[in-house]
Structures are given as structure tokens and as C-alpha cells.
């Protein structure tokens, strides 16, 4: 692809969240001002950090208010080495932070108590789900390839019937037609990749859950993995276009090329942006409107934001199977352009 | 902001558990389920095909059918006219062998008719002579004295004739 299509098309992708974007900025202004206004009384309800407080990873899964799981934390430091205790230790009877065995907890931020930086490798809320992303990743499609076992050469049945068109959907509409010829070799990675990010979208819309695929810890590791496919299965066309783009004059090459070798990064870049934000913006609004009711101490405004977040919510459903596709359209598109064989 | 800093923590757990459940899926559910989608896929389109071939061969089986019948038919009507053309002939042949049986036997009998009738003369003749020299004798022998004896002798011959 041309570089300037390629940049226009990456333009277009995230014009298409752009409006996302915007609700994600107005989110924020709106929680950081009324945090502001808030911040005389500390009683008061504070949306901003409600917000926050729900998108982010935390060491505590707070199910509903009231009721919290305190989640093991494991931290290394060159100090003291590796450490594993519940993070229950951080609070006291009424729920205060205290600091615990040399470490202190701000906000979910461990530190040592001397304010120098540890390693957090906790159970956090978001590395709970992630385990439960993948624990049902595996039992839906053990049970999935058990069909497929138990019916050989027969009609799908039960479970499998409901994912088989998906699967081939992912195969035929997403993988097949941007990948091309090769694509039997990526097919696992990218229906992992799909079905990942798809429960993992699912997920977070139950209530109490946490933001997974809307972190960007996350979506930075699959894009990073997307990269790393790519790089690994660029052929010489695809290092061609690259470092000695066909078709440009001499002249240009100083600039193309440098373009071509940002384009490498700007695609798994705007992978992991893409669905940090879409995912990110949608909790955040969906939390703002039910929000409004708390700052208006409305029964009306309380109704007419039920309303709305439950439209919303059906939006979000369709994001969350959006964002997958996209994700798995965009991973397959750029391995395709790595494989596609000179014509 | 640590909303836009990706956690080391999280990345680590990220990468091992996707990684995990990537070679896991791959080897145990996504070959698995490729590979019988496929031979479902193949089965599908070999019984699609087989059935086109299945089809057209009825339709070439019927088509020859149709030949053959129409050929037997066609035969059937040759010999039908054949047969019919024999059975003229010989119904002609026995006709005319008829006839010309019929006219020798009217010809055979109209000789022998002939013959017959020509004998039967010949014989009244004879005999009409015979008569006569018979009666010419017998009036002569007698003695005739008068006309009268001798128209009753004449009458009584000729009784005597009819009475023959």
C-alpha cells in the first residue's frame, strides 16, 4: 500500500472513534471540573474519581459497595525482593489506608515506604479477569472442539452450533480475504485474538467487572503481538516496499523511507489505541450519565439516564463485537500486507 | 496519568496467559476444528458434485431411453408395414392362384360338359336310328293290310316309346 493511502486509512480508522474521543475528553473535563467543585466537601459525591476509580485496575474488587475482595499482591524491589501478602493488610477496620511491612498503597500505587519504585506483578481486579477471559476461552472452546470430535462429518450441535458460523465468519469474512492464500497459518492466532478481545469486551459490560480490554497494558500487548507476527512474516516484497519503496522517485526515498519504517509502528499503535479508547470512553460514558443523577439529586434525571444508559448499553454491545472484528480485521490486514507475494 | 501507562504488572500477566491460551487453542481447539470444518466442507461439496454427476447421468439414461424407445418404435412401425406388405402379397398371390384354379375348373368343366353333351347326342341319335330302323323293321315284317292297322301300329310304337 501506497503511503499515503496508508496514511489516510489510518486517518479514516481513527476518525471513526473520534467521536469516542471527544465524549472521552468531554468525560474527562466534565469529571475533572465537578472533582473540583466537590473537592470542599469530602462526603460529597465525587463522579470523577468514581470513574476512575472503575475504569482503572485496582488490588480490591469491589463486587458492589461494601463488599470487597482484596486480591493478592505480589511485588518485587531489589530491597526486599519477592513478596506475596493479600492486599487486605493496606486498610484498616474502617477501610483507611495504612501501610504495611515497609510498603504504602496510594491509590492502588504501591511504593516502598522510602517512596522508592517496586515491580507490581499482582492479582490485580484486571489480572482476575484476564484469568477469567481465559478460563472461558478455553472451557466454551473445549467444549466447542468436543462437538466437532462427537459429530464427525454431521450437522454442529448445541454449543457448537452457535459458535461454528462465527468461526467461520472470523475465517472467511476477516482472516481469508485479508490475509490471502497463507492464511491457514495465522487462522489460530487471530481466532484467539478475536474471541479474546470479544469476552473480554463482554466482560466488562457485567456490572462490578473490570475495564480488561479497555486497559491499555492489554491492548498493548496484542498489538505488540500483531508486530511482532508481522515483522516475523514480512517477506522481501514486504522489506522492499519498505526500505526501497518501487514506484518513488530517488529523490523522495530520503522521506518515504523513513515514513514506510514509522508506518511499521503507527499500525500496531493505532491497534492499541483503537480499542483502549473505544472500550475506555464507552464505560466512561455510560458512568457519567448514571452520574448525572447522583449530581442532580433527581428522580427524573435518575429515569430519564436509566434510559439513556440502557441504550447505551446496547451500544456497547455492538462496540464490544465492532472492536473485536476491527482488531482482528486490522491484525489480518497488516499480516497480509507482510505475506502478499509481489504481483 | 497512569490511566495512559500501561502496567507492567498487567502487561506480564497479559502475555503469559495469552500466550498460554493462544498454543493451547491452537493445538487443541483451533486445528481440530479447522481441519473437520474442512473435511465437513469437502464432504459437502464431493455430495454436491456427485449429485450434478448423478443428474446428469439420469438425464443421459433417460435420453437414451427415449433413443431407444423411439427406435423400437420406429422398428416396430417397419415391421408392422413389412408384415403388412407380406400379408398383401400372399392375400393377392391366393387370389389370383384362386382364380385362375377356378377358371380352369369352369374350363375343365365346360369341356367335359361338352363331351358329355356331345356323347348324349351322339347316343339319342343312336338311338333315335336305332328306334327307327326299329320301327321301319317291324313295320315292314308285318303285314300291313290297311292304313288303319297300320296308323295303330304306329300309335302303339310310339306308346311303346313313351312307355321306354
Same mark, same amino acid.
Given at each position: 500500500?501506497?503511503?499515503?493511502?496508508?496514511?489516510?486509512?489510518?486517518?479514516?480508522?481513527?476518525?471513526?472513534?473520534?467521536?469516542?474521543?471527544?465524549?472521552?475528553?468531554?468525560?474527562?473535563?466534565?469529571?475533572?471540573?465537578?472533582?473540583?467543585?466537590?473537592?470542599?466537601?469530602?462526603?460529597?459525591?465525587?463522579?470523577?474519581?468514581?470513574?476512575?476509580?472503575?475504569?482503572?485496575?485496582?488490588?480490591?474488587?469491589?463486587?458492589?459497595?461494601?463488599?470487597?475482595?482484596?486480591?493478592?499482591?505480589?511485588?518485587?524491589?531489589?530491597?526486599?525482593?519477592?513478596?506475596?501478602?493479600?492486599?487486605?493488610?493496606?486498610?484498616?477496620?474502617?477501610?483507611?489506608?495504612?501501610?504495611?511491612?515497609?510498603?504504602?498503597?496510594?491509590?492502588?500505587?504501591?511504593?516502598?515506604?522510602?517512596?522508592?519504585?517496586?515491580?507490581?506483578?499482582?492479582?490485580?481486579?484486571?489480572?482476575?479477569?484476564?484469568?477469567?477471559?481465559?478460563?472461558?476461552?478455553?472451557?466454551?472452546?473445549?467444549?466447542?472442539?468436543?462437538?466437532?470430535?462427537?459429530?464427525?462429518?454431521?450437522?454442529?450441535?448445541?454449543?457448537?452450533?452457535?459458535?461454528?458460523?462465527?468461526?467461520?465468519?472470523?475465517?472467511?469474512?476477516?482472516?481469508?480475504?485479508?490475509?490471502?492464500?497463507?492464511?491457514?497459518?495465522?487462522?489460530?492466532?487471530?481466532?484467539?485474538?478475536?474471541? $479474546? @478481545?470479544? +469476552?473480554?469486551? #463482554? /466482560?466488562?459490560?457485567?456490572?462490578? =467487572?473490570?475495564?480488561? *480490554?479497555?486497559?491499555?497494558?492489554?491492548?498493548?500487548?496484542?498489538?505488540?503481538?500483531?508486530?511482532?507476527?508481522?515483522?516475523?512474516?514480512?517477506?522481501?516484497?514486504?522489506?522492499?516496499?519498505?526500505?526501497?519503496?518501487?514506484?518513488?522517485?530517488?529523490?523522495?526515498?530520503?522521506?518515504?523511507?523513513?515514513?514506510?519504517?514509522?508506518?511499521?509502528?503507527?499500525?500496531?499503535?493505532?491497534?492499541?489505541?483503537?480499542?483502549?479508547?473505544?472500550?475506555?470512553?464507552?464505560?466512561?460514558?455510560?458512568?457519567?450519565?448514571?452520574?448525572?443523577?447522583?449530581?442532580?439529586?433527581?428522580?427524573?434525571?435518575?429515569?430519564?439516564?436509566?434510559?439513556?444508559?440502557? $441504550? @447505551?448499553? +446496547?451500544?456497547? #454491545? /455492538?462496540?464490544?463485537?465492532?472492536? =473485536?472484528?476491527?482488531? *482482528?480485521?486490522?491484525?489480518?490486514?497488516?499480516?497480509?500486507?507482510?505475506?502478499?507475494?509481489?504481483? | 496519568?497512569?490511566?495512559?501507562?500501561?502496567?507492567?504488572?498487567?502487561?506480564?500477566?497479559?502475555?503469559?496467559?495469552?500466550?498460554?491460551?493462544?498454543?493451547?487453542?491452537?493445538?487443541?481447539?483451533?486445528?481440530?476444528?479447522?481441519?473437520?470444518?474442512?473435511?465437513?466442507?469437502?464432504?459437502?461439496?464431493?455430495?454436491?458434485?456427485?449429485?450434478?454427476?448423478?443428474?446428469?447421468?439420469?438425464?443421459?439414461?433417460?435420453?437414451?431411453?427415449?433413443?431407444?424407445?423411439?427406435?423400437?418404435?420406429?422398428?416396430?412401425?417397419?415391421?408392422?408395414?413389412?408384415?403388412?406388405?407380406?400379408?398383401?402379397?400372399?392375400?393377392?398371390?391366393?387370389?389370383?392362384?384362386?382364380?385362375?384354379?377356378?377358371?380352369?375348373?369352369?374350363?375343365?368343366?365346360?369341356?367335359?360338359?361338352?363331351?358329355?353333351?356331345?356323347?348324349?347326342?351322339?347316343?339319342?341319335?343312336?338311338?333315335?336310328?336305332?328306334?327307327?330302323?326299329?320301327?321301319?323293321?317291324?313295320?315292314?315284317?308285318?303285314?300291313?293290310?290297311?292304313?288303319?292297322?297300320?296308323?295303330?301300329?304306329?300309335?302303339?310304337?310310339?306308346?311303346?316309346?313313351?312307355?321306354?
Amino acid at each position: 500500500m501506497e503511503p499515503i493511502n496508508m496514511i489516510k486509512s489510518l486517518l479514516s480508522q481513527l476518525s471513526k472513534h473520534l467521536k469516542i474521543k471527544v465524549l472521552l475528553v468531554f468525560a474527562i473535563a466534565s469529571a475533572v471540573t465537578v472533582e473540583s467543585v466537590a473537592s470542599d466537601d469530602s462526603e460529597e459525591f465525587n463522579p470523577g474519581e468514581m470513574i476512575n476509580h472503575h475504569i482503572m485496575d485496582s488490588h480490591v474488587w469491589e463486587i458492589w459497595h461494601g463488599m470487597n475482595v482484596y486480591l493478592p499482591v505480589i511485588i518485587y524491589s531489589e530491597e526486599k525482593g519477592i513478596e506475596s501478602f493479600s492486599s487486605a493488610n493496606f486498610f484498616d477496620a474502617d477501610h483507611n489506608a495504612i501501610p504495611y511491612n515497609g510498603y504504602v498503597m496510594d491509590h492502588d500505587h504501591i511504593t516502598l515506604a522510602s517512596g522508592d519504585h517496586v515491580l507490581d506483578f499482582s492479582i490485580t481486579k484486571n489480572v482476575l479477569f484476564l484469568f477469567i477471559d481465559a478460563g472461558l476461552l478455553l472451557l466454551i472452546f473445549f467444549a466447542v472442539a468436543r462437538g466437532y470430535k462427537k459429530n464427525v462429518g454431521k450437522a454442529p450441535k448445541g454449543i457448537q452450533s452457535f459458535f461454528e458460523p462465527i468461526i467461520i465468519f472470523v475465517r472467511d469474512e476477516i482472516v481469508k480475504p485479508n490475509i490471502g492464500p497463507k492464511y491457514e497459518r495465522y487462522l489460530p492466532y487471530m481466532l484467539t485474538l478475536f474471541f $479474546f @478481545i470479544w +469476552f473480554g469486551n #463482554l /466482560l466488562g459490560l457485567l456490572p462490578g =467487572a473490570a475495564n480488561l *480490554t479497555g486497559n491499555i497494558a492489554v491492548t498493548l500487548v496484542l498489538a505488540l503481538l500483531t508486530l511482532v507476527i508481522t515483522t516475523f512474516s514480512g517477506n522481501k516484497n514486504y522489506w522492499g516496499h519498505i526500505f526501497n519503496t518501487p514506484g518513488v522517485p530517488f529523490a523522495l526515498k530520503p522521506i518515504i523511507v523513513p515514513v514506510e519504517i514509522i508506518g511499521i509502528f503507527t499500525k500496531p499503535i493505532s491497534l492499541m489505541i483503537r480499542l483502549f479508547v473505544a472500550i475506555t470512553a464507552g464505560h466512561i460514558v455510560i458512568l457519567s450519565l448514571l452520574s448525572l443523577t447522583f449530581i442532580f439529586h433527581s428522580y427524573l434525571v435518575g429515569i430519564g439516564s436509566t434510559l439513556v444508559v440502557t $441504550f @447505551i448499553n +446496547f451500544i456497547e #454491545l /455492538l462496540v464490544a463485537t465492532i472492536q =473485536a472484528y476491527v482488531f *482482528t480485521m486490522f491484525s489480518s490486514l497488516y499480516i497480509g500486507m507482510a505475506v502478499e507475494e509481489h504481483h | 496519568m497512569e490511566l495512559l501507562t500501561p502496567g507492567i504488572g498487567l502487561i506480564f500477566w497479559q502475555l503469559v496467559v495469552f500466550l498460554i491460551v493462544f498454543f493451547v487453542l491452537a493445538t487443541f481447539v483451533w486445528k481440530p476444528i479447522a481441519s473437520a470444518l474442512r473435511a465437513r466442507e469437502g464432504m459437502i461439496e464431493d455430495s454436491l458434485k456427485a449429485a450434478d454427476i448423478a443428474k446428469e447421468e439420469m438425464a443421459q439414461m433417460k435420453a437414451d431411453n427415449e433413443y431407444l424407445l423411439q427406435e423400437a418404435r420406429v422398428e416396430r412401425d417397419q415391421m408392422l408395414k413389412e408384415a403388412m406388405t407380406v400379408a398383401n402379397q400372399i392375400k393377392e398371390d391366393a387370389k389370383n392362384e384362386t382364380s385362375s384354379i377356378t377358371e380352369k375348373m369352369i374350363a375343365d368343366a365346360k369341356v367335359s360338359i361338352e363331351n358329355e353333351k356331345k356323347a348324349a347326342l351322339a347316343e339319342v341319335k343312336d338311338l333315335v336310328a336305332t328306334l327307327s330302323l326299329d320301327i321301319a323293321e317291324k313295320l315292314i315284317r308285318e303285314k300291313l293290310s290297311d292304313d288303319k292297322a297300320q296308323k295303330g301300329l304306329v300309335d302303339k310304337f310310339l306308346k311303346e316309346i313313351k312307355v321306354n
